[in-house]
């Protein structure tokens, strides 16, 4: 007979985890601004009237998303609002990724968990680096939403905008396939939010970089949704 883990009451939450690095991660993103402005201040006067494209090529990623935005493309309130909102999001499904990276009664869950870990915590460094080069507040704090009512103050849409109080504690509660199945459920109206954020992005942002990570997403979490669809309907009743 195989019983349920039950998580010991001692060990911190996920969301508790995440609280605690919150400063550390907005620090962190203030820490690149600086480092990006310095490093253009000290190639404009060094290498006046000279290709830099040697160096870039040392330096830039191999990611197609840079880890700092182009300083000649000028962001606008959109691209803000989308790289706050999309942080508080990214931050929501990191909550129920950990979770059921803990409590998932099937590997199969547990590894879309797990990779959804991955990809959304190196996004949401990557858009509190963006957010702070921009000199926008990268916590979040107090802002204007450029989705008004739906998002503004990250209020009723918690599908769009995280997890709700009442859906973290169902997940909480629940166990086995139970646990599986709602996070599937719970995980899949996440990222349907997330592809409507990253489509109004690249429809209206206006940074090249922002709206390139806006369509990575709308792809990836689009094939999730698919993927979660599958193991929904491999589950046991």
Known sequence: MTTTPVPSTSAPSPRTRRSRTKAALAA???????????????????????????????SAPASTTSASPSTSAAHSDVDAAFARD??????????????????????????LAERVRAAQ????????????????????GE?????????????????????????TAALEAATGTAFDRLF???????HEGAVEMAREEQVSGSD??????????EADQTAEVAEMAALLAQLPA
């Open 28 to 58: 962190a993103a203030a820490a690149t601004a600086l480092l990006v402005a310095g490093c253009a201040g000290s190639s404009a006067a060094g290498h006046d009237g000279h290709d830099d494209r040697a160096g870039a090529e040392h």
């Open 86 to 111: 999309m942080v508080v999001h990214h931050e929501g499904a990191l909550d129920m990724a950990e979770l059921a990276v803990e409590r998932a009664s099937t590997p199969e869950v547990r590894a």
């Open 121 to 140: 915590q190196p996004e949401i460094d990557l858009m509190q680096g963006w957010l702070a080069a921009w000199g926008e507040d990268p916590a979040g």
């Open 143 to 167: 802002h204007e939403s450029q989705h008004g009512d739906q998002h503004g103050g990250h209020g009723a849409d918690t599908s769009s905008m995280g997890m709700s109080e009442q859906d």
């Open 184 to 190: 599937l459920q719970q995980m899949t109206v996440h």
């Open 208 to 217: 090249p970089q922002a709206r390139a990570l806006a369509q990575r997403i």
